[in-house]
């Protein structure tokens, strides 16, 4: 991005400051081809390419491995067994050692990697896959957790209990009540970019891994343990991944680990690109979960308990089902003031791929099932869902009831703003006139029905675990003044790496291409945490700020000693400085600082300040602050078989001081129609066996372009300013906007409650597939017929 | 008949020409550009023809005129590109030049994210707007059902592709000024000669013409036959299966017929969708949203509808529907041909009535008479580019009085082939054509199908489906002015 020609040295306002909205830094590359992916970097000579064997049973122990006849395939240099790895045989990314490299001894999922075949081209080390002999002695194998008890089946982690009040007594003093069971499923990432590593062996103990992963040092750490090397041996880079989502967060440490432990050992580079299904099969997924909820009630619909019990199929291993369970926790009231609440969370054991982050972590679960007891209760009184929403938010701001802002987890929420987002919404999308005239066009239509549902969003922002809210970044003015940037975030496609080189454009008022943003590398910034959480500007962007203005503070010191001038008469103004009475270009400075010997590199440091939490007691202030929004759809349904369009969907979603509207744009409609995907066509379907039997784009169904609504209105509300001192008084915006595809999950149940006149609650589940849409209008048809 | 015969294959790579003799019968286009050429703009997402990452252009001569095509390279195999030229996202502006105005578009209008899928994105919407500078957003999102993007949702994209045109003209993009160049060396290399390239269990060939195709089967009749490769290409890419030796007959213009006369529409084996919709969605309308429903558009510029009949799966989307309508399908040995009825082609789940080396060549669709009701509905779970849960196809004619004369009712994925409806068929028959009929003859449905549950729906689902499709086609027959079918077109 260097181009030094366009620097306006009179210019009012520098090109491509914070709040102004940039293309993504890469977009010129990505529309021509040339951004390079890992699998598009040019391979040393002799790079070797791995391929995964995959069990082929869901649980039981392994009696032989004849791996023969793969080892005298053609171009066949090595086949590795969990005995082969030469270190720690885990990748267990949260220390509980439950997560072998390779399978040692027992299989615990249908895919679960048993060994990895090393060849001289990618083609042949498929093709010799197939020619291993296992055999195993079969164990019985949990695949659905619809027959576990979430109370004494096997955990793959603690669980976590929320409480606050007395929910069980407040359920039970209610005027009215009711309980029920909800089925959401889980959801393939489908990152355009599968995932894939490449080694590339070093002198020593070194090993360079180039890797689609969100989280660089956690890589570093696994194929340290792995190879049994310290961390310094071994350094992780990453340019750009072709979409992450979650997915790229822990699931890459198996690739890495794998192609490095072969480089070691056959002193050449070697690269693992699983193939779509493998990738598919054996790489975890959201979470699915069975949420099972007991509300308490008055008759105008105002809740005064509820109880919930969150069971997630976790799959054979921890990985992040522990924080991914909790976050569900965490969004089980969404917007709602619960006077009385228990929540308790299942993370339960089963034999199937484990589980792990994605988009929203657990929290759109979370917030399903706090939607589902709105709409019982919306049923129950006898009124539109939107009103009872309404009647159970948190509190605003400075209300004289100011108790109904506290969470489950007894932090106060101080940021509300989703009552006026709500009415700015429901006006904007003229809710009331729509709701007529959606009813006016049931009464007429007997095939085709029509539905609609406003829903909100809260979504708390910073990890659970607090001291990965940290970010480091490093900062370089080269002599001509230009500027190299690296932080440990990593870009997934989220424009990260746009928004904080323009926080540091803004921090020396250069030119946005002035500033050349650089592959993440766990070389240059240690110890970072991985680019999730919604936090990777809030965190790195901060970090990032912070070094720029170390060395513009060494600058300051460094001109008010030179011209004699005190620290407040120099100003950093568009690509140049003033020093007193005099301009200079911001380049010259930066000559005369080198040559005077001012450093002019330096490493930022990021810390989010406020919050804490305790896990045992359930109570503290896990999230920096909450973001806002809402989402109104309105969808057509097939009652003759199930099959549904979105008409039309209006977005209202805050974005804070938005770095850059074009950006957060992009992150608001493509996580609404991921969220949409999530809960409508996207399935994930285990045969008997175990075996995941959508594993490809042929079964497993993603939205296309035409599935977005037909009419698609998006605002951001960028009129509230973050409430605490974030990057700029911006707001995160790569999770908060995935669950605003609630509204078209309750916009189809809307519509399916329409065959009953409204008086059923449809309990659709998750995804609403037109099968699970037709399956849910023949049940209220059928049990309208037998109330009349 | 002597036959002059090549041992190369050669075809227009952007600017280049390429003469290639090592060439494997599997190999793809996507492994040819990725590995060997090191072109690393074409992306691999899936393998499989369903996501879009690896599109190129294909321009091939169809009547004499050159037509752009999308497709997919991951599942394009080298053996079907003698004589065509390949367009890559690398031909297409560069790096520090100007972009092209697809990609100038994309670019400020926010249309890529993570940026894998782009360049698939950009090479759709370069094809789109070289045939249709203007589109709406149907034509938009129909060119766009084959291209997955996780990132953007697509509204950019959209956004991107309905401005291209302020971008620049189609007229002068720079395939448009070369293409008489092109087309005369396209012209130039159909010399009719049969290509035969590799040795022992490598090898291919490319027939010079159908009869030559014909006699080149009839001696390997264990050949893999490969028109659009929209099938056998993930029997590579996914199943590792041989397939040497393998005959490419996408090029084969006697293949490549459609026309009508005497009121049926003979459709050459090696037609595409794409080549078909016209005239079939002409004459009988329903085709058209059946058509546009099947694949993505890589996926119809290059699928064959023989090769939808003659890999005789159940999930096939063209077979209900011809057999609905009483299609017949000629069969050529060497030079022996015969025609039966489509619906005796299927035996048994994947066996067909088809002997060794003998081909399907093609099928002739009955039009139907005007006063015949004609409706075919497709059941999904997401509505574009997936497969079939089920598919039902009807045929009726109504006697004066009111009575069902004869109704052909077939469908696909409710059973182990494309099937008849026989005994609803029955129940139908000579009846009144009333709601009572049709709720009466719902019963007899059991008799018909006994469908599976798999990840696509679930036995009880497909069961209740399939007999709302009956009646959905009888209220259809009825007139009425209440919506009936969900639509995407429709504004709300």
């Keep these: ?788 | 008949m002597a036959i002059k015969t090549r041992t190369e294959i050669r075809f227009l790579l952007n600017s280049e020409t390429v003469t290639l003799k090592d060439v494997a019968p599997d190999e793809t286009l996507l492994d040819y550009l990725r590995l060997r050429r090191s072109l690393r703009g074409s992306k691999e997402g899936c393998a499989e023809g369903d996501c879009g990452a690896c599109t190129v252009l294909v321009g091939r001569l169809s009547d004499g005129k050159l037509v752009y095509e999308s497709v997919n390279a991951c599942i394009r195999f080298m053996g079907s590109l003698d004589g065509l030229h390949v367009v890559t996202i690398e031909h297409l502006g560069g790096e520090g030049g100007n972009l092209h105005p697809v990609q100038q578009a994309m670019v400020d209008f926010h249309g890529s994210q993570c940026g894998f899928c782009t360049p698939g994105f950009v090479m759709s919407l370069y094809g789109l707007w070289m045939r249709s500078p203007e589109p709406g957003d149907a034509a938009i999102e129909k060119a766009l059902q084959g291209n997955l993007c996780r990132c953007t949702g697509y509204e950019a994209i959209v956004r991107a592709a309905k401005a291209i045109s302020s971008y620049g003209k189609a007229a002068k993009d720079p395939l448009a000024a070369e293409r008489s160049r092109v087309a005369a060396r396209l012209q130039e290399w159909r010399d009719g000669s049969r290509v035969e390239i590799g040795i022992g269990d490598a090898r291919f060939a490319i027939p010079g013409n159908v009869d030559d195709f014909a006699t080149i089967l009839e001696a390997a009749p264990k050949a893999t036959v490969v028109a659009g490769s929209t099938d056998v290409g993930l029997w590579v890419t996914k199943h590792m299966r041989e397939i040497s030796p393998a005959i490419f007959i996408g090029n084969l213009d006697g293949l490549q017929t459609i026309s009508e006369k005497d009121g049926v529409i003979s459709i050459g084996a090696g037609v595409t969708y794409t080549d078909a919709f016209e005239l079939l969605s002409k004459r009988i309308p329903a085709f058209g949203p059946l058509i546009d429903r099947i694949g993505g558009e890589q996926v119809r510029n290059m699928g064959t509808i023989g090769g939808n009949i003659a890999n005789g799966s159940p999930i096939g989307d063209m077979p209900p529907p011809l057999i609905a309508l009483g299609a017949t399908l000629t069969l050529r040995k060497g030079r022996k041909r015969r025609t039966i009825p489509l619906e005796k082609f299927f035996v048994a789940y994947g066996k067909q009535d088809r002997l060794p080396g003998e081909f399907v060549e093609a099928v002739h669709v009955p039009v139907p008479a005007k006063s015949a009701k004609f409706a075919i509905y497709k059941i999904t779970k997401r509505r574009d580019e997936d497969i079939t849960a089920a598919l039902g196809a009807f045929y009726l004619t109504l006697a004066r009085n009111g009575m069902v004369e004869n109704i052909r009712i077939a469908y696909g994925g409710m059973a182990a082939t494309p099937k008849r409806a026989t005994a609803v068929e029955r129940a139908l028959t000579g009846k009144p054509w009333s709601a009572a009929t049709v709720e009466a003859a719902l019963r007899a449905y059991a008799a018909d199908f006994t469908p599976l549950t798999d990840m696509r729906a679930s036995a009880e689902y497909r069961a209740l489906a399939a007999r709302n499709l009956l009646r959905r086609f009888f209220v259809e027959t009825q007139g009425g002015k209440a919506p009936l079918q969900v639509s995407r077109t429709e504004a709300a």
């Design chain 1, 1 to 788: 991005m260097n181009n030094h020609s366009s620097i306006d040295l009179k210019a009012a306002r520098i090109k491509g400051g914070v709040a102004t909205d940039q293309r993504h830094d890469s977009a010129h590359k990505h529309v021509t081809g040339q951004a390079v992916y890992i699998d598009d970097m040019p391979e040393p000579a002799g790079t070797l390419h791995g391929c995964l064997g995959l069990s082929t049973v869901a649980h039981g122990t392994i009696r032989e491995i004849d791996v023969s006849a793969v080892r005298s395939a053609p171009g066949v240099v090595d086949v590795l067994l969990a005995s082969d790895v030469p270190g720690e045989n885990d990748i267990s990314p949260t220390g509980r050692h439950d997560e072998p490299v390779l399978a040692d001894g027992k299989v615990q999922f249908y895919g679960q990697p048993i060994f990895c075949v090393i060849a001289e081209t990618r083609e042949a080390a498929r093709r010799a896959t197939r020619h291993a002999k296992i055999s195993y002695t079969e164990l019985p194998a949990i695949i659905d957790i619809g027959e576990l008890d979430p109370v004494s089946s096997k955990l793959v982690t603690p669980p976590l209990t929320l409480k606050r009040g007395d929910a069980k007594a407040a359920i039970a003093d209610a005027p009215r009540r009711l309980k029920g069971q909800m089925r959401v499923g889980g959801q393939e990432h489908f990152y355009l970019e599968g995932h894939i590593a490449m080694a590339i062996p070093g002198e020593d103990q070194d090993v360079t891994i180039y890797c689609s992963t969100q989280h660089p040092s956690e890589v570093q750490h696994m194929v340290g343990h792995a190879l049994g090397v310290p961390s310094h041996a071994v350094m992780v880079e990453i340019r750009r991944m072709g979409g992450g989502f979650g997915g790229k967060e822990t699931q890459g440490n198996q690739f890495a680990a794998l192609a490095a432990i072969a480089a070691k050992k056959h002193h050449r580079a070697v690269k693992i690109r699983p193939d779509r299904d493998d990738d598919m099969i054996a790489t975890g997924k959201r979470h699915d979960f069975l949420i099972d909820y007991e509300v308490g009630f008055d008759d105008e619909g105002r809740i005064l308990g509820v109880d919930f019990m969150f069971a997630a199929r976790c799959g054979f291993s921890a990985d992040l089902s522990g924080p991914v369970t909790d976050r569900a926790l965490f969004h089980c009231d969404n917007t709602y003031f619960y006077p009385n609440v228990l929540a308790r969370s299942a993370p339960l054991y089963t034999n199937t791929v484990s589980n792990t982050a994605f988009r929203g972590f657990g929290g759109p679960q979370g917030m399903v099932g706090a939607e589902r007891v709105i709409e019982e209760v919306a049923f129950a009184v006898g009124k539109d869902p939107l009103e009872i929403r309404k009647l159970n938010f948190y509190g605003p701001n400075g209300d004289k009831n100011g108790d109904r802002n506290v969470t489950p987890y007894h932090q106060t929420v101080e940021d509300n703003i989703i009552h006026r987002v709500i009415a700015e919404l429901e006006e904007s999308c003229d809710y009331a006139r729509r709701r007529r005239t959606i009813d006016a066009f049931n009464a007429n239509s007997d095939i085709i029905k029509r539905g609609l549902a406003l829903t909100p969003v809260k979504f708390g922002i910073s990890f659970t675990a607090t001291h990965y809210n940290q970010a480091g970044a490093l900062v370089h003015v080269y002599t001509d003044g230009s500027v190299h940037l690296n932080h440990g975030g990593t870009e997934m496609g989220q424009g990260l790496n746009t928004k904080v080189a323009q926080v540091v454009a803004e921090e020396f008022q250069i030119d946005l291409d002035q500033v050349k943003i650089t592959a993440t590398t766990t070389g240059k910034v240690p110890n970072t945490s991985a680019t999730a959480a919604s936090s990777g500007t809030d965190l790195n962007g901060m970090a990032a700020q912070n070094g720029a203005r170390q060395i513009k503070d060494r600058l300051i010191d460094f001109a008010a000693k030179k011209y004699q001038v005190p620290h407040d008469q120099i100003v950093f103004l568009p690509n140049r400085v003033r020093v007193g009475n005099q301009e200079i270009a911001f380049a010259d400075l930066i000559k005369q600082a080198y040559m005077a010997r001012i450093q002019l590199s330096a490493a930022g440091f990021y810390k989010t300040p406020k919050i804490h939490w305790n896990r045992d007691k359930g109570e503290g202030r896990p999230f920096y602050y909450f973001a806002y929004g809402a989402s109104c759809s309105e969808v057509s349904i097939d009652t003759l078989t199930g099959e549904y369009v979105v008409e039309r969907t209006d977005i209202l979603h805050e974005t804070g001081r938005s770095l850059n509207r074009a950006i957060d744009l992009g992150q608001i409609e493509g996580g609404f129609i991921q969220g949409m995907g999530w809960l409508t066509t996207e399935e994930l379907w285990w045969d008997d066996k175990g075996r995941l039997r959508t594993h490809a784009p042929s079964t497993y169904k993603i939205p296309l372009a035409s599935d977005r609504p037909k009419i698609f209105n998006v605002v951001l509300a960028d009129w509230p300013e973050a409430h605490e001192p974030t990057i700029h008084r911006s707001k995160a915006v790569g999770e908060p906007p995935f669950p605003l595809g609630m509204s078209v999950l309750h916009a189809l149940s809307d519509a399916v409650a329409s065959v009953a006149n409204h008086k059923i609650c449809p309990r659709l589940d998750a995804p609403a597939t037109p099968e699970r849409v037709l399956m849910a209008v023949e049940r209220l048809k059928a049990e309208a017929r037998r109330r009349a």
